[in-house]
């Protein structure tokens, strides 16, 4: 074999490393760094978020969570601290929020990668960017001073019509100032729309010429073409925008603090007043002392919980959403 | 003028075609025809003034150098250039002897009656069986779409392969696999014509071999346009042949053209045009 009796000339060449490799390792322990640094961050908001709350759970036990009633300062006993009723409002606001945001978010970004025409769609995406840059305050006192009063005739309507159905006609019960979930809701619907349109936008915009080619190719009517070609190909994208708007409606605080109508309250009539976690954590965090701000706090590490158990459910989800769509590779 | 039965214009609720049965004004032999068909991307004539036949039950081969526009007029012959901005179709491209580019015939309808496979295999990323019963699903087939499926898979060679990994992903097949799905899923909806367009310019010669031979059965039912860079594969699969070149006005601009069209074995052997000459001897592109 002549290969092998080679003159070892060419081998110094091979263990060499140049000035590219000093790149490499600094390259590649900054992306160490700053991946573990995240890690690191969320582990001591964790740490330290429980043990500034351990008063209250530890006064409260499991009855924080399974709690539905928020009686800080008492005429007689014990002060109570259960989250259930907030965690309740925070999970009503934000599933209304999604249920108006992601078809208007989908509808937006098909219209933008799929229909509307190219000059459009500059200014188009500049104006949904336009409406994430509102800050949060602007859209409660909007809420609170606009929003909130001129849909009470509304909500008085939909009771009328809906309220005595059966079991349905629960959601729309009395209507009250206007300042209730719905609202609340609405509000949230309006803020995590561009979040959720700008991603969709993204992964619909990622969907190759080939499959959609593919799909009219055989006969596809445009939103043929959509439902073969383009869903199955985003949905994980899809989720992933849906879930970044969700934990931006679950989080957040002031917009919610002024509509949602600050009362202690579970109930199925979504025109009526409630609190969510956060909200309540903004209302009250100035006037509390002692175990009272640990349970405020307690609230914190409960949303934080809720938002990670969802985030994790909707991966399961994605999995096997696409797993089950996309046949299984192996 | 158009015949009755070839209803371009609206979409049937059922519509299963069975090929081979064409009729029409046209000459009973040639199923499609070009009459002077200039292609333009904006302002930018890509393929100027062609004019041929595509017959029956038979391989059409649209072969020449790159740029020379031959895929151009492949897309042109099912309207797939329509979704690309700024594309427009001058002439007649005839089917049946009506005229696919009026203005009450509907592109949708166009396509299920002229079907196409793409260069680069592009299953759509879901299980096998859902890629070949997407076609029948939009096309209102409904009941017995194992049988469909089946049907289409054993026509195009692929039922051995797959049929105990149905539910498996598209996308874990070989490279001609997926072509051949691929073509299961154009002849699923049993299209008349099919346009293929370099469709084994991704594969190794072995699958290459196989999908030739494919297209050779499928002449027994349909009609096939392919266009391919490769002109040994032109010689051995199609029945006729058209030459395209590139063309260079006085403005500097290239402009793809038909050169010669004639059955294969007289292009490949005695061609009437030096350029045609050249370029199946090598001597250029």
Redo the contacts between chains.
């Keep these: 074999m002549t290969l092998t009796k080679n003159p070892p000339a060419a081998k110094p060449t091979l263990t060499q490393r140049g000035s590219s490799a000093l790149g490499d390792r600094v390259f590649s322990w900054w992306t160490l760094g700053t991946g573990l640094l995240v890690l690191a961050v969320l582990g001591l908001i964790l740490i330290t978020t429980v043990r500034e709350a351990w008063p209250a759970f530890d006064a409260m036990g499991l009855r924080f969570i399974t709690e539905r009633v928020w009686d800080p300062n008492p005429a007689t006993g014990d002060a109570i601290f259960g989250a259930l009723s907030f965690a309740y409002g925070t999970a009503v606001s934000s599933l209304i929020a999604l249920l108006f945001a992601v078809p208007v978010s989908v509808g937006i970004a098909l219209f933008l990668t799929e229909l509307a025409p190219?000059r459009l769609r500059g200014p188009a995406v500049t104006v949904i960017d336009l409406l994430a840059a509102v800050p949060s305050v602007v859209f409660g006192l909007w809420g609170i001073l606009v929003v909130a009063p001129a849909l009470v005739p509304f909500y008085q309507w939909m009771h009328d019509v809906l309220g005595g159905v059966p079991l349905l006609g629960r959601l729309f019960g009395p209507v009250g100032s206007g300042r209730n979930f719905m609202t609340a809701g609405l509000i949230l619907a309006i803020m995590v729309t561009p979040i959720i349109t700008s991603i969709t936008r993204e992964v619909f915009s990622t969907v190759?010429r080939?499959?959609?080619?593919?799909?009219?190719?055989?006969?596809?009517?445009r939103w043929?073409m959509i439902r073969?070609?383009v869903f199955?190909?985003s949905f994980g994208g899809v989720v992933g925008a849906v879930m970044l708007g969700l934990g931006r409606a679950m989080g957040e605080t002031i917009a919610v603090a002024l509509v949602i109508g600050g009362a202690t309250n579970i109930t199925a009539n979504l025109f009526a007043p409630g609190n969510s976690m956060a909200a309540v954590i903004v209302q009250q965090f100035g006037e509390s002392t002692g175990t009272f701000t640990a349970a405020l706090i307690g609230l914190g590490v409960v949303l934080f919980a809720m938002t990670v158990l969802i985030n994790v459910f909707a991966q399961v989800v994605v999995r096997r959403a696409e797993a089950r769509?996309?046949?299984?590779?192996? | 003028m158009a015949s009755n039965d070839t209803n371009l214009t609206t979409r049937p609720s059922v519509a299963v075609h069975t090929p081979g049965t064409a009729t029409g004004a046209e000459s009973a032999a040639s199923v499609m025809r070009l009459r002077d068909v200039s292609v333009y991307y904006g302002s930018y004539e890509a393929v100027r003034g062609t004019s041929m036949p595509i017959q029956q039950n038979q391989v059409t081969a649209m072969i020449g150098p790159s740029g020379c526009g031959k895929s151009t007029v492949l897309r042109a012959l099912n309207r797939m250039n329509d979704p690309i901005p700024g594309a427009r179709v001058s002439g007649d491209v005839l089917f049946h002897g009506q005229n696919l580019y009026a203005r009450d015939v509907d592109p949708i309808q166009v396509r299920r009656r002229i079907g196409m496979v793409f260069q680069k295999p592009n299953p759509f990323p879901k299980s096998i069986y859902d890629n070949v019963a997407y076609g029948l699903r939009i096309n209102g087939i409904k009941g017995r779409l194992d049988d469909h499926v089946e049907e289409a898979l054993t026509q195009a060679a692929l039922w051995d392969e797959v049929k105990d990994k149905l539910r498996k992903s598209a996308l874990a097949l070989s490279g001609g696999q997926q072509q051949r799905l691929c073509i299961a899923r154009t002849i699923a909806v049993k299209p008349e014509v099919i346009l293929m367009d370099e469709p084994c310019s991704a594969l190794d010669p072995i699958a290459t071999a196989k999908i030739e031979d494919l297209i050779f059965e499928l002449t027994n039912d349909y009609t096939i346009v392919i266009v391919t860079h490769n002109m040994q594969q032109a010689a051995r699969v199609s029945h006729y042949t058209a030459f395209f070149t590139a063309e260079v006005d006085e403005q500097q601009e290239r402009h793809g053209r038909l050169v010669e069209f004639s059955q294969t074995g007289k292009l490949f052997t005695n061609p009437a045009d030096k350029r045609t000459e050249d370029y199946i001897t090598g001597r250029f592109g």
Excluded: C, F, I, N
């Design positions: 190219r190759p080939a499959d959609k080619d593919a799909a009219l190719a055989l006969g596809a009517t043929e073969g070609a199955p190909h769509m996309k046949g299984s590779v192996a």
